[in-house]
């Protein structure tokens, strides 16, 4: 089974997030060295049903563009998240077949229960 958390070292929320969760079982991946790969953005938005999911909306890269620049479609955003680690809605976990995106508190909530199981 895959355990995976894409993080950001620097980001104090994810770092308390991680406190959390039992880290020696998974694959730690700081985005900012190692981008998120295709092939799990596809897999973690296959799993959401969509890419916007996985949009980091508070972006500052993004409250930076005009309208006419920001990312429409899917196809859109998909090519942003995969360009810039800052798109990515983080953290970005994988837990076998399911997948974690984010930090609000249902997300930890049902995250922590995964992590139990394991």
Known sequence: MELLIYYLS??????????????????LIDIKKYPVTAIHLDEAASFFGTYEALLNKRAQKLKGMSE?????????IRTFILSDYTF???????????????????????????CALL
């Open 10 to 27: 620097t980001c104090d929320t994810n770092r308390k997030l991680l406190k959390q969760l039992p880290l020696d079982k998974f694959q």
């Open 88 to 114: 990515l809605n983080r953290p970005l976990i994988n837990i076998g077949k399911e997948w974690f995106s984010g930090s609000q508190p249902q997300t930890v909530s049902d995250l922590i229960k995964s």
């Open 68 to 76: 006419g620049e920001k990312p429409k479609t899917e196809a859109e």
